[in-house]
């Protein structure tokens, strides 16, 4: 499976902005899809992760309330609505596929990347 990200850019704070995850190769069907970014200087972290029937989700505390992660029925794309953004949450955000739903928060775990977008909210 080859995935891809997109739809980050340049928003002031308070804005929104939508990331969008999609299969170039293979399909995300069957797949747990999480989302991480990285910010200069710091480690990737967990955003946002939903499992493969689109029922359950789950949040990083620092982003809960106001991002929403969700999927298309085809199962063909994964949506990060990113709302009441923070300079803080500037960061290049990646989407990942993971084998398992109980391991969506393990970056290890892993097993499909997509090459990252970045997000940059201005003060």
């Known amino acids: 499976v080859q995935l891809q990200a997109s739809g980050g850019g340049l928003v002031q704070a308070g804005g929104s902005l939508r990331l969008s995850c999609t299969a170039s190769e293979g399909t995300l069907s069957n797949w747990p899809v999480g989302w991480f970014r990285q910010a200069p200087g710091k480690e990737r972290e967990f955003v946002a992760a939903i499992d493969e029937n689109g029922v359950l989700t789950i949040y990083a505390d620092s982003v809960w309330g106001r991002f929403t992660i969700s999927r298309d029925n085809g199962n063909i794309m994964v949506y990060l609505q990113m709302s009441n953004l923070k300079p803080e949450d500037t960061a290049i955000y990646y989407c990942?596929?993971?084998?398992?739903?109980?391991?969506?928060?393990?970056?290890?775990?892993?097993?499909?990347w997509g090459q990252g977008t970045l997000v940059t909210v201005s003060s």
């Open positions: 990942g596929a993971v084998p398992s739903w109980r391991l969506v928060k393990v970056f290890s775990k892993y097993r499909h």
